[in-house]
């Protein structure tokens, strides 16, 4: 028995090169559905009560099993891909963060904050706009070499893409911690959105759409903070699942 699982984040209406700058990379509707009718010519599609009662022993998968995820919790994905999942009647798990949820109005995560930077900002301009933060509160300007990162560090984390690129995602997702983010990556972000609170009721899924995809069983835990499991010690791990079930639970 095999199983393939095939992991989606942004689904949009627009062809794949609509942002003007590499930070958000959606695949296009036709071609989502596309893969999704090329995948059934060899797989037998399974959602996630398959998976948990096989992993039960309750019963078999299929022997060329396929399961479809999205990560993220993203509006574009109940908005785009569900429908055209729904015309194939294939299954899915959309996990979400449950940290994008922990006050009233929501909480733009750290990292999909510097998604839609780096889509909107070009990469040169980022770095100058990080040194100029840097600077601002800090009194010197970013250095990599305080950190002691070279750019063979960063090709073996990013293998494609240009080097400058590349250098900003390393910036942005490996040396820079949660005050980093706050005094740099929030002034920048809020340069580009000034109502974060319709931002997030576009960007994320609603909360009445959360409920859908549990009824469904179509919901998973993507973790809290939407840090790494892989970095994360055992404790925090545990911390970051039942941290999202609290958050859920009260949800749905």
Aim: net charge negative.
């Amino acid at each position: 028995m095999s199983l393939l699982v095939v992991n989606y984040h942004y689904i949009d209406q627009k062809e794949e090169d609509a942002y003007p700058f590499p930070g958000i990379h959606p695949v296009s509707v036709l071609r989502f559905e596309s893969q999704l009718e090329t995948l059934g010519r060899y797989f037998s599609f399974v959602g996630q009560q398959d998976i948990l009662g096989a992993l039960e022993g309750k019963n078999k998968l299929p022997e060329n099993s396929c399961l479809i995820t999205f990560d993220d919790g993203l509006s574009c994905q109940y908005k785009n891909a569900l429908p055209i999942l729904d015309k194939l009647r294939i299954p899915a798990i959309f996990f979400a963060s449950g940290g994008a949820y922990q006050s009233r109005h929501g909480a733009i995560l750290e990292s999909h904050k510097i998604h839609w930077c780096m889509s909107h900002i070009a990469p040169n301009i980022f770095l100058d706009k990080i040194n100029f933060y840097h600077k601002k509160f800090f009194g010197e300007e970013f250095d990599l070499r305080k950190y002691k990162i070279d750019d063979e560090a960063v090709r073996k984390q990013y293998h494609y893409g240009d080097i400058e690129t590349s250098r900003l995602k390393f910036i942005l997702n490996y040396v820079f911690d949660e005050q980093m983010y706050k005094i740099i990556v929030d002034p920048i972000f809020s340069e580009l959105v000034k109502d974060e609170k319709s931002f997030f009721n576009s960007f994320y899924l609603s909360r009445q759409q959360i409920r859908e995809l549990a009824e469904r069983r179509f919901l998973g835990f993507h973790g809290f903070s939407h840090q790494s499991f892989l970095y994360l010690s055992l404790e925090e791990i545990n911390k970051e699942i039942a941290n999202c079930q609290e958050i859920f639970r009260e949800i749905v």
